[in-house]
């Protein structure tokens, strides 16, 4: 996703300085969906007619949407079978190698077999059938990535997107393979922008189905606590306490800590802390901020005291992050 460098601003202002009144407002689901960077590499259509099988290799994570037909998907190291259909999208969040074919059990082919003989380069399709899919892969920039992909399952599904209010993703397929098939300026960048939207959506609708563990994500859709999680987020340099975190939720001090140990995982403070450093994480990387301005920008007003504590979060100290971030 495209990032403000001057994300601690806490109300969006326009030119004059004033506040914006047509700004979205913040929520906390969005600051930190801002830090995770999709990035698209390569999309092809699939199309096989029964029997079938077709076996994709682990290291990349992987988005299929059927289109037409039927599949059965089998994932290595997993003992659940997987089925879905017309409208249904597939994520593998962890790059599990996997195998989709018409039936569980079905004997399948290496991908890269089957593309020496059956990819028709000039219509980006892989084989021919009354059963297929949009396969692509993709791949997370953002520094920190792995705290959002370690929360996920290895395979998200959700099924019938095709019906409303989905059928935005029909048009995501056809504006996805258009740019593939059409190369133009900005292609590339155009593909990993819709695959974003495809994410964000398939995110938040598996969030709001109830299915999210401990975590921020648990936080930012849980009415009682997002204002806080918001609070921390838009002005994370604040000294913030627990009891005037507490009073932004309408609860009392030990009610809101309790709440937020159990929905976050972690105490309101532990929670500001990681925060700070993760954001300090991304302006080391993504700004050329001097250190002393970074630590200040987080909340810590002695660059020493800013170090050690990064270097206890990302075992190196911030130059030397900021060097192996930009090398």
Same mark, same amino acid.
């Given at each position: 996703?495209?990032?403000? !460098?001057?994300?601690?601003?806490?109300?969006?202002?326009?030119?004059?300085?004033?506040s914006d009144p047509f700004a979205f407002r913040r929520?906390?689901?969005?600051?930190?969906?801002?830090? &995770?960077?999709?990035? @698209?590499?390569?999309?092809? =259509? $699939?199309?096989?007619?029964?029997?079938?099988?077709?076996?994709?290799?682990?290291?990349?994570? #992987?988005?299929?949407?059927?289109?037409?037909?039927?599949?059965?998907?089998?994932?290595?190291?997993?003992?659940?079978?997987?089925?879905?259909?017309?409208?249904?999208?597939?994520?593998?969040?962890?790059?599990?190698?996997?195998? &989709?074919?018409?039936?569980?059990?079905?004997?399948?082919?290496?991908?890269?077999?089957?593309?020496?003989?059956?990819?028709?380069?000039?219509?980006?399709?892989?084989?021919?059938?009354?059963?297929?899919?949009? $396969?692509?892969? /993709?791949?997370?920039?953002?520094?920190?990535?792995? #705290?959002?992909?370690?929360?996920?399952?290895?395979?998200?599904?959700?099924?019938?997107?095709?019906?409303?209010?989905?059928?935005?993703?029909?048009?995501? $397929? *056809?504006?996805?393979?258009?740019?593939?098939?059409? !190369?133009?300026? @900005?292609?590339?960048?155009? &593909?990993?922008?819709?695959?974003?939207?495809?994410?964000?959506?398939?995110? #938040?609708?598996?969030?709001?189905?109830?299915?999210?563990?401990l975590g921020w994500l648990s936080g930012a859709i849980?009415?009682?606590?997002?204002?806080?999680?918001?609070?921390? *987020?838009?002005?994370?340099?604040?000294?913030?306490?627990?009891s005037e975190l507490a009073d932004l939720t309408n609860?009392?001090?030990?009610? /809101?800590?309790?709440?937020?140990?159990?929905?976050?995982?972690?105490?309101?403070?532990?929670?500001?802390?990681?925060?700070?450093?993760?954001?300090?994480?991304?302006?080391?990387?993504?700004?050329?901020?001097? &250190?002393?301005?970074?630590?200040?920008?987080? @909340?810590?007003?002695?660059?020493?005291?800013?170090?050690?504590?990064?270097?206890?979060?990302?075992?190196?100290?911030? =130059?030397?992050?900021?060097?192996?971030?930009?090398?």
């Amino acid at each position: 996703m495209t990032q403000n !460098p001057d994300f601690f601003a806490e109300t969006p202002m326009d030119s004059d300085g004033e506040s914006d009144p047509f700004a979205f407002r913040r929520d906390a689901f969005s600051d930190v969906l801002e830090l &995770i960077r999709v990035r @698209g590499n390569t999309v092809f =259509t $699939c199309a096989a007619s029964p029997p079938f099988g077709m076996q994709f290799p682990a290291g990349k994570c #992987r988005l299929h949407i059927v289109r037409s037909g039927n599949v059965s998907i089998e994932v290595e190291g997993l003992q659940e079978q997987y089925q879905a259909s017309q409208g249904d999208l597939i994520m593998l969040m962890h790059g599990h190698g996997h195998i &989709i074919s018409d039936r569980p059990g079905r004997p399948a082919s290496l991908l890269s077999d089957l593309a020496r003989q059956h990819f028709d380069r000039k219509r980006l399709t892989l084989g021919a059938g009354d059963t297929s899919w949009l $396969c692509g892969d /993709f791949g997370f920039d953002g520094v920190l990535s792995q #705290r959002l992909l370690s929360m996920l399952p290895p395979v998200l599904i959700l099924k019938g997107l095709r019906e409303r209010p989905f059928e935005w993703l029909d048009l995501s $397929c *056809h504006f996805i393979l258009d740019e593939a098939l059409n !190369p133009r300026a @900005g292609a590339a960048a155009m &593909i990993s922008r819709l695959l974003d939207v495809i994410f964000v959506q398939l995110l #938040r609708t598996w969030a709001t189905n109830g299915a999210v563990g401990l975590g921020w994500l648990s936080g930012a859709i849980d009415a009682r606590i997002n204002p806080a999680i918001s609070a921390i *987020h838009a002005c994370p340099q604040r000294a913030w306490t627990v009891s005037e975190l507490a009073d932004l939720t309408n609860l009392s001090r030990s009610a /809101f800590a309790d709440r937020f140990q159990r929905v976050v995982g972690q105490a309101p403070l532990s929670y500001l802390t990681a925060w700070r450093l993760d954001r300090a994480a991304e302006l080391l990387r993504y700004s050329r901020a001097p &250190i002393s301005n970074v630590a200040d920008r987080v @909340g810590y007003k002695s660059e020493a005291a800013f170090s050690r504590a990064f270097k206890g979060r990302y075992e190196m100290s911030p =130059t030397q992050w900021r060097k192996c971030s930009t090398d």
